[in-house]
């Protein structure tokens, strides 16, 4: 023990010890009253989240306000207008991603035998860390007070609009809106840790608006012509999006313990100010005509003018069509009635095109001052890793889509189901380059990436009484994402281009493959198909598996279907009801099972609880180009440590590639209402009781006890790979 006494090892659930069961409270409150023609509406809602790591708080105040009102001759004008605020104020975020920060990290990697909680006393005699490792890790306790950040968040939610109907067919309408904030941030490391002697401070601001003002026109009209009718809109919109920012971060601290950005050394400070400013112009509108109430074609078109684009491509235009055909109504409306069980038959067809432009101050490279840190002289440098290009115009994706639905029973049987195709040309892309140019990647519009799908949807009440229903309703999807190509010419066909990774683990676009490539090392194995040992894996002369020096295509991120199956009971006043989804196909990569690995705490690392040495499965080269079976006895931990830490920090990719499909019982929920005879007297006129759980049960899953949706990064496409995120919560309502 921690007294240098002898004793038998204990095994310590230090999961279970240290971290909590999250808490989330919310109160709301809301009062609506109408005044003549005026209706007034306010609300009030807190939010209290207590995490499941100590200290991790969260708090939200939202209020709003809304009126709207008729007024003028028969009511021709009409106003609505609505305020909003929200305060967020979040204290000690959790950290995700391979860190010393990552509180789960630690707990995942904190051995059995030690007891979390004598790390309480997290301080020692001269102040400095309490912890198990010397020289690296942190003491949870001691980072929930020592290692802090807190950030806060006040935003205004604005808009108004006013309304003049001409006539029965024709009105006309402006509206205003605002989107404005101010976040503060600051961190605060304390003195005592291997992180940073004397500690460090940061702190930082930043100030957003986005402003919109529009005006549309439109006429709805039936029967203009015979039986023909239609709608026609035009409108138009001025954007501005402005956002400012300031962060200053200290590296570290001269006097510990004292969070002033003055207290350290000048070589110390970095300082960051960011301004971005982007306005798109936009006209749009739409067609649309219909026979008889029985078949619609619909066009749109829009056209943004965007800031972000040089002035001879600023302009971008996208339109729209779909059509679709009622055929029961047709029948019925031509007196040629369907059979009685068959309900409802609709098909339908579109075609859309969508532009989009870039973030602001992407088209001309620019060069930033700094100070010379040697001879303190003043210079010019290139601000940024990537070569813009002036030329780049706005991204253009094209899709098509055809659908049909149809019903049956009185609906008591539905079916929906509906192919779409989508190609994305001219992506704004980030092309890598030759670093000797001075640049890591170029700005370009290339790329065509396609998507295509199928999406079914398929309704039935197998059961329906006076009292008793049962509703079913099942979901499945599938898409499939190819890359058609990323630049032209026989020298990119087969490009590769990064959506995301970590170390030597990476999760790209392929030409000619797949989007979302998983690619890492392999293990090495005997590659002479003529060998008796073809596909063995090649060990290295202690008899351990060794991973290859170059990255290679190890799994897909994709999906091969998704299923979502609901079932919702009714028995009078009662409801019960539950959801079971389900992702089969593609693959992730698991860096919280390496760590596990590497630190010898995974499960696999003592197989029913022992630890004996064994003989890897393989052969050795005998340098001849021969090989022979090892005989060689490892120990489990060389043989981890081999699998998690060589060819890399990830160690052997393909070692941690795991089936991404499994199936959960996603929500369940009970409701009852009471019934309106009872609230006669009352003020209510609606009245639920309910409780529900979300993410119930993992039914299956190959992760090894790591939740498939607790991907590395939720900001990027790249969904291939998780490495020491949060763990996913079950909820209760």
Not at 323 to 352: E, G, L, Q
Not at 385 to 391: A, F, I, P, Q, R
Not at 546 to 562: F, M, P, V, Y
């Amino acid at each position: 023990d921690w007294e240098g006494n002898t004793q038998n090892m204990t095994y310590y659930d230090n999961i279970d010890n240290y971290f909590n069961t999250g808490i989330n409270t919310t109160e709301s409150f809301s009062f609506s009253q109408m005044y003549n023609k005026t209706s007034i509406y306010a609300s009030a809602t807190r939010m209290d989240d207590a995490n499941k790591i100590p200290s991790a708080k969260l708090h939200r105040t939202n209020m709003t306000l809304r009126a709207s009102s008729t007024f003028g001759k028969d009511d021709r004008w009409s106003f609505d207008g609505k305020i909003q605020y929200i305060n967020t104020i979040a204290k000690n975020r959790p950290l995700s991603g391979n860190n010393d920060s990552n509180t789960f990290l630690t707990m995942y990697t904190t051995p059995i035998s030690l007891d979390i909680t004598d790390f309480k006393n997290n301080k020692d005699a001269n102040g400095d860390m309490r912890w198990w490792q010397r020289g690296s890790g942190l003491n949870p306790y001691w980072a929930q007070d020592y290692n802090l950040n807190q950030d806060s968040r006040n935003r205004f939610l604005m808009n108004a609009s006013l309304k003049y109907k001409f006539t029965d067919w024709l009105n006309a309408e402006i509206k205003a809106g605002s989107d404005m904030y101010f976040t503060e941030t600051e961190t605060k490391l304390y003195d005592g840790s291997p992180l940073q002697d004397n500690g460090r401070y940061s702190t930082g601001e930043q100030k957003f608006y986005e402003n919109n003002y529009s005006f549309l026109i439109t006429a709805q009209k039936d029967n203009v012509f015979g039986k023909w009718g239609g709608t026609v809109t035009f409108g138009g919109n001025l954007m501005e999006r402005r956002k400012t920012g300031l962060k200053n971060s200290l590296g570290k601290l001269t006097v510990p313990d004292q969070f002033w950005i003055t207290n350290g050394d000048k070589g110390d400070l970095s300082q960051e100010q960011t301004f971005e400013n982007k306005k798109i112009n936009s006209l749009y509108g739409t067609l649309g005509i219909n026979y008889d109430g029985w078949v619609f074609l619909d066009g749109t078109f829009r056209n943004d003018w965007s800031s972000a684009l040089s002035k001879k491509n600023r302009s971008f235009f996208y339109p729209s069509v779909s059509v679709s055909w009622v055929i029961s109504d047709m029948m019925n409306k031509i007196d040629k009635n369907m059979p009685d069980w068959f309900t409802y038959a609709k098909v339908r067809a579109s075609f859309a095109q969508v532009g989009n432009d870039l973030d602001p101050y992407q088209l001309y490279n620019l060069y930033k001052i700094s100070t010379n840190g040697s001879t303190g002289g003043i210079m010019g440098e290139t601000n940024g890793t990537v070569l813009y290009n002036e030329d780049v115009r706005s991204e253009l994706i094209s899709s098509w889509e055809v659908g049909a639905e149809v019903r049956f029973f009185d609906n008591r049987l539905g079916l929906d189901a509906a192919w779409y195709k989508s190609n994305a040309r001219r992506q704004l892309l980030n092309i890598p380059m030759n670093r000797l140019s001075g640049y890591e990647s170029m700005k370009v519009n290339a790329g065509d990436i396609q998507n295509t799908g199928l999406e079914i949807m398929l309704n039935a009440t197998p059961v329906q009484t006076k009292e008793f229903a049962w509703n079913m309703n099942l979901n499945f999807s599938t898409n499939r994402n190819k890359i058609i190509e990323l630049l032209p010419g026989e020298e990119y066909k087969n490009m590769t281009y990064s959506l995301g990774g970590y170390d030597n683990l990476y999760v790209y676009a392929v030409a000619g493959g797949n989007y979302g490539e998983i690619w890492g090392t392999k293990f090495q194995r005997v590659t002479d198909e003529s060998s008796p040992y073809y596909g063995k894996l090649l060990l290295n002369d202690s008899g351990l598996p060794q991973g290859t020096s170059s990255s290679e295509k190890i799994g897909d991120q994709q999906a091969n279907c998704l299923l979502g199956w609901t079932n919702t009971f009714s028995y009078k006043n009662f409801t019960f009801s539950f959801l079971i989804d389900g992702r089969f196909g593609g693959d992730i990569f698991s860096g919280t099972n390496r760590i596990l690995q590497a630190n010898g705490v995974a499960g696999v690392t003592a197989p029913n609880g022992q630890r004996e040495s064994f003989v890897v499965d393989g052969v050795i080269s005998d340098g001849n180009g021969g090989y022979t079976p090892s005989t060689i006895a490892v120990t489990p931990q060389d043989y981890w440590t081999a699998i998690a830490t060589s060819s890399g920090n990830l160690g052997i990719g393909e070692a941690n590639i795991y089936n991404a499909s499994n199936i959960r019982l996603r929500n369940v929920s009970l409701n009852y209402s009471i019934p309106k005879a009872s609230l006669s007297k009352t003020p209510f006129q609606q009245v639920k009781l309910g409780v529900s759980c979300n993410n119930v049960w993992m039914i299956k899953s190959y992760l090894n006890g790591i939740d498939p949706e607790s991907v590395y990064a939720t900001s990027t496409n790249a969904t291939g790979f998780e490495n020491a995120a949060a763990p996913t919560s079950r909820t209760y309502l």
